[in-house]
């Protein structure tokens, strides 16, 4: 372990106290901090007027939304606990994959992709915390494109055509969730965006009228924190007498009465107890990209082969899992600099870096694991107007950032990859362009193994 890397552990360990003090500070004084924690539902009623299943990026703010409504009563089943002060911290935001917060996912071995990960598998992180994967997410935080809401109302979805959106201020204030630039940038974000002027792009800000054009990375974060959903949306509202949460509790199926079809009742399982509870209204299935279909085809609905493969009957033959579609980013395109810029363990991890956060909610931890700009750009392929279709996010790091302890595992990396691309250049300045592919044509399933 080279001298440096002790003194930066070392500085880690000396920096506890601080935090610890933090803690205290935060969880001693609660009055009606609207951060302070929510508590945990152990109790239950027999049934609820809705149940909210997933406390993600959307079910919160079901959740907060719902309960606006005094004499509905809500329960909101979250599988994970309650965010932590370290999923707080955006400067350490690859420690939190393949934690106890993570569901921990793989594809399924990919033929033309993935190919840099073992047996051609890409890791999936999903949030398995109150709040979902906005707790582990690196916090961009980017508006859909119009025109993309507009398709989806022309493919027959109707109520996706924003023009009610539009024809408000772009941004508002006093809402739930906070946005802001993080409070710490080096020069190389600055010289990226002055890259793209050059290419006759715009500096502006992407979140408002016109999205083609480059920018300082916004952030959901609040005070140089991360501003998860949870936080957002339910630590404000923890002490409505309707809203009843209960954290690490894992719904096993929806119950659907068989001969009205309707969903009744919810089994789920919390401390080795199974509950089942009923919705007199309605269930709201939130619990993610994955977990969704899984949930919907445990409950008997789905692609009638796929369930009969497994014993399941069928209540609905329906193609649930279908239809897959995420944004694919392309790693790898590394550029070493010979200043010391890039995010680099020494200076992110030091006693006065974490003092700066801790007493400022300033300095390097605040920076999104180093990404600190966004551009959206359009290629030859794009279509007419302001409607890009890659995505550029600027990284001030590469997963050579650190020791080879994070990222390359975050990523299932091949060690042959590790060896022979990453290793030589550890704990050097660097940054990489990660281009993002908004509108893939790939498609996708999710099936229950
Ligand atoms: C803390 O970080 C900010 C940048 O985010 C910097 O301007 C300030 O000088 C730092 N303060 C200390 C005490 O290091």
Request: charged residues 20%; hydrophobic residues 35%.
């Amino acid at each position: 372990m080279p001298l440096s890397q002790i003194a930066g552990n070392l500085s880690v360990l000396a920096s506890f106290p601080a935090f610890v003090l933090y803690y205290l500070f935060y969880s001693t004084f609660d009055f009606n901090d609207p951060e302070g924690r929510v508590s945990d539902t152990t109790t239950f009623l027999n049934a609820y007027d809705f149940i909210v299943i997933g406390a993600g990026s959307s079910g919160s703010v079901v959740a907060n939304r719902l309960t606006e409504m005094s004499d509905w009563k809500v329960l909101l089943l979250e599988a994970g606990g309650d965010e932590t002060i370290i999923s707080d911290i955006p400067g350490v935001v690859h420690h939190l994959q393949r934690t106890n917060i993570d569901w921990s996912y793989k594809t399924v071995p990919q033929t033309g992709s993935c190919l840099a990960f073992k047996d051609n598998r890409c890791t999936w992180p999903r949030g398995k915390v109150l709040g979902g994967t906005s707790v582990l997410n690196y916090m961009v935080y980017a508006r859909g494109n119009k025109q993309d809401y507009d398709q989806w109302e022309a493919n027959g979805n109707p109520g996706w055509n924003p023009y009610i959106a539009a024809n408000k201020k772009y941004h508002g204030t006093g809402g739930y969730l906070t946005v802001q630039e993080p409070a710490y940038t080096t020069p190389l974000v600055t010289a990226f965006i002055q890259a793209g002027v050059e290419m006759g792009y715009q500096n502006l800000d992407c979140n408002a009228a016109q999205q083609t054009g480059f920018m300082v990375a916004q952030a959901t974060s609040r005070r140089g924190k991360r501003c998860s959903t949870a936080k957002a949306f339910l630590r404000p509202i923890r002490k409505r007498p309707n809203l009843y949460i209960s954290m690490r509790s894992r719904v096993h199926k929806i119950i659907i009465d068989s001969s009205t079809k309707q969903a009744t009742a919810v089994r789920f399982e919390k401390e080795g107890h199974i509950y089942e509870v009923r919705a007199n209204k309605e269930i709201i299935v939130s619990a993610g990209t994955v977990n969704s279909p899984q949930l919907l085809m445990l409950s008997k609905i789905g692609p009638e082969d796929h369930l009969n493969s497994f014993g399941i009957p069928l209540m609905a033959d329906l193609p649930v899992g279908d239809n897959l579609q995420d944004h694919i980013a392309l790693g790898g395109m590394v550029f070493r600099i010979n200043k010391p810029l890039g995010v680099m363990e020494a200076r992110y991890y030091s006693l006065p870096s974490l003092l700066n956060y801790t007493i400022h909610g300033a300095g390097p931890l605040t920076s999104l694991g180093g990404t600190e700009g966004v551009a959206w750009v359009k290629t030859k392929y794009a279509p007419p107007g302001d409607w890009p279709d890659i995505q550029y996010h600027f990284v001030s790091a590469t997963p050579a950032s650190e020791s080879g302890l994070f990222f390359r595992y975050n990523t299932n990396m091949k060690d042959s990859v590790w060896d022979n691309y990453y290793k030589p250049i550890v704990n050097t300045d660097m940054w990489q362009l990660i281009p993002t592919l908004l509108r893939p044509k790939s498609r996708g399933t999710i099936r229950l193994a």
